[in-house]
């Protein structure tokens, strides 16, 4: 039977709504062989690379995400998995500087100067999905903006930029930074900080005078600090009331 093989298995036909009302209206338009089952059920393979949909009452499709349809096929930027073609990432980010996208407030500005930036970072992508620079450059932007949801889809885009494992040393400090100060904007301090002590351990050099400084490292550092201080004390504070209460509802006995 049609309903025991592997794709209709995965994904079942559903009826479509109202279809007994439609039926004999259906079988007039379309002939005997008329149906109201249509697509409403769509599932991953088990590799996550296929894409099944259910159409009528006996069909499934089954689509690659890998195939020549795909972005990455339609606009490869690597050379057989490996290196990037050359010039490709970098001179369409450098058209970004040279329109002086990136010269915006980094303490607060104009938000539609971000959005922006992520507007065209994401054009980009599209062609160049891989480029760990438009990556980071649109991780930054999300940071910046402050919008609701941006430092989840900015600490997304800085993993996705480590996975190419970048070599330049620069760039993956600057990039570690940015993936604590996104675990940071969402509230997972401790993660956060210690992010930044293995960051520090690897360049200790940047340690330096990070108390004081008033860049970006020093300012995250010690916003950071801070947070972190206010835990302890909440923490202690809990301790101190748990201990109170069970004190107080400690049982006396009678002489």
Same mark, same amino acid.
């Given at each position: 039977?049609?309903?025991?093989?592997?794709?209709?298995?995965?994904?079942?036909?559903?009826?479509?709504?109202?279809?007994?009302?439609?039926?004999?209206?259906?079988?007039?338009?379309?002939?005997?062989?008329?149906?109201?089952?249509?697509?409403?059920? &769509?599932?991953? %393979?088990?590799?996550?690379?296929?894409?099944? %949909?259910?159409?009528?009452?006996?069909?499934?499709?089954?689509?690659?995400?890998?195939?020549?349809?795909?972005?990455?096929?339609?606009?490869?930027?690597?050379?057989?998995?490996?290196?990037?073609?050359? %010039?490709?990432? =970098?001179?369409?980010? /450098?058209?970004? &500087?040279?329109?002086?996208?990136?010269?915006? !407030?980094?303490?607060? *500005? /104009?938000?539609?100067?971000?959005?922006?930036?992520?507007?065209? #970072?994401?054009?980009? #992508?599209?062609?160049?999905?891989?480029?760990? +620079? #438009?990556? =980071?450059? =649109?991780? !930054?932007?999300?940071?910046?903006?402050?919008?609701?949801?941006?430092?989840?889809?900015?600490?997304?885009?800085?993993?996705?930029?480590?996975?190419?494992?970048?070599? !330049?040393?620069?760039?993956?400090?600057?990039?570690? &930074?940015?993936?604590?100060?996104?675990?940071?904007?969402?509230?997972?301090?401790?993660?956060?900080?210690? #992010?930044?002590?293995?960051?520090?351990?690897?360049?200790?050099?940047?340690?330096?005078?990070?108390?004081?400084?008033? !860049?970006? +490292? *020093?300012? +995250?550092?010690?916003?950071?600090?801070?947070?972190?201080?206010?835990?302890?004390?909440?923490?202690? +504070?809990?301790?101190?009331?748990?201990?109170?209460?069970?004190?107080?509802?400690?049982?006396?006995?009678?002489?």
């Amino acid at each position: 039977m049609i309903w025991q093989e592997a794709q209709m298995m995965l994904c079942p036909p559903h009826l479509d709504v109202g279809w007994r009302n439609r039926k004999k209206m259906n079988a007039r338009r379309r002939g005997p062989f008329s149906s109201s089952i249509h697509t409403t059920c &769509v599932s991953f %393979g088990s590799t996550g690379k296929f894409l099944v %949909g259910t159409w009528f009452n006996d069909h499934a499709y089954s689509f690659s995400l890998e195939g020549d349809g795909a972005v990455h096929k339609a606009f490869p930027n690597k050379i057989d998995g490996g290196a990037e073609v050359p %010039g490709g990432d =970098r001179a369409y980010y /450098d058209s970004l &500087v040279n329109r002086k996208v990136f010269i915006y !407030d980094t303490e607060g *500005g /104009d938000p539609a100067a971000y959005t922006m930036a992520i507007h065209l #970072l994401s054009k980009g #992508l599209q062609k160049y999905p891989y480029s760990s +620079l #438009l990556l =980071r450059a =649109r991780a !930054d932007a999300l940071l910046l903006r402050k919008w609701k949801g941006d430092e989840a889809f900015a600490l997304i885009d800085i993993e996705k930029a480590l996975l190419s494992k970048p070599e !330049d040393a620069n760039f993956y400090f600057n990039l570690r &930074v940015s993936q604590c100060e996104a675990l940071h904007q969402l509230g997972q301090h401790q993660s956060a900080s210690h #992010l930044m002590e293995e960051v520090l351990k690897q360049f200790p050099k940047m340690r330096e005078n990070i108390d004081n400084s008033g !860049d970006k +490292l *020093g300012k +995250l550092y010690q916003s950071l600090t801070a947070a972190m201080q206010r835990r302890k004390r909440l923490d202690q +504070l809990d301790k101190e009331s748990e201990n109170s209460a069970g004190q107080t509802a400690r049982p006396t006995t009678d002489d």
